[in-house]
């Protein structure tokens, strides 16, 4: 079972500030996925990172996945009470359709 | 349009009742995911159906659980003899296709609560 280890688990932050989250396994994955959920709400999807080393950027988001396609991060720049949420990092192994989540990580930012 | 729908959105019942869950995918989905998201927790797969088959019910936890997709649309996740460890929000997803690269697109949830 490939597991996914999300950091921080909560982050409470001030508007304007900027901050990352990381997503960490021992595991190779073919793709990552990043999905943001809100209460009563199912997760939405923001991104799929598939290539070593690649960035995506998504207006003040930032997605990094890890050279060696273990690892990944999400950068926010600017925080504003609307990205108040709670984060998960997924993952599908090669040929793969289940994903498999992390325990997320739930951001709280403060005006 | 439409995306993913799933009644009821709450569900309370006494340990040892039968449940019935529903999901309504995006039209013109072939495939059908069932994830079980307890509190503090990432969704866990459950099941998965192409079309009215399920092609990997691994993630079941055991022989409580059943799901159904008759006419490869809606799909029910039947659970008998409740227990409050069964407590948790059930969410349901599709994709037009399944594979790693298929957008799965998550419904809302249905919050199952056993008292």
């Known amino acids: 079972t490939q597991l996914l280890e999300q950091s921080p688990q909560f982050l409470s932050i001030q508007e304007g500030e900027n901050l990352t989250v990381y997503c960490n396994s021992s595991s190779v994955f073919s793709s990552l996925q990043w999905y943001r959920q809100e209460p009563g709400e199912g997760p939405v999807l923001l991104v799929t990172v598939v290539t070593g080393g690649e960035v995506k950027k998504l207006k003040r988001l930032t997605f990094q996945f890890g050279d060696a396609r273990k690892d990944s991060s999400l950068h926010i720049t600017a925080a504003q009470p609307g990205d108040t949420g709670l984060y998960l990092c997924a993952a599908t192994g090669a040929g793969s359709y289940q994903l498999t989540f992390g325990k997320g990580t739930k951001l709280s930012v403060i005006p | 349009g439409a995306g993913v729908s799933q009644t009821p959105s709450n569900k309370v019942t006494e340990k040892g009742k039968y449940v019935e869950l529903r999901c309504d995918p995006i039209?013109?989905?072939?495939?059908l995911y069932w994830y079980r998201q307890s509190l503090g927790q990432g969704p866990e797969f459950l099941i998965y159906f192409q079309g009215t088959g399920a092609a990997d019910d691994s993630g079941l936890p055991n022989d409580r659980f059943f799901a159904v997709r008759p006419e490869g649309s809606v799909s029910t996740l039947k659970i008998q003899r409740t227990e409050r460890g069964d407590s948790a929000v059930y969410l349901c997803a599709s994709s037009y296709l399944a594979g790693e690269a298929d957008t799965q697109y998550f419904g809302p949830g249905t919050r199952l609560t056993v008292l």
């Open positions: 039209s013109g989905h072939t495939a």
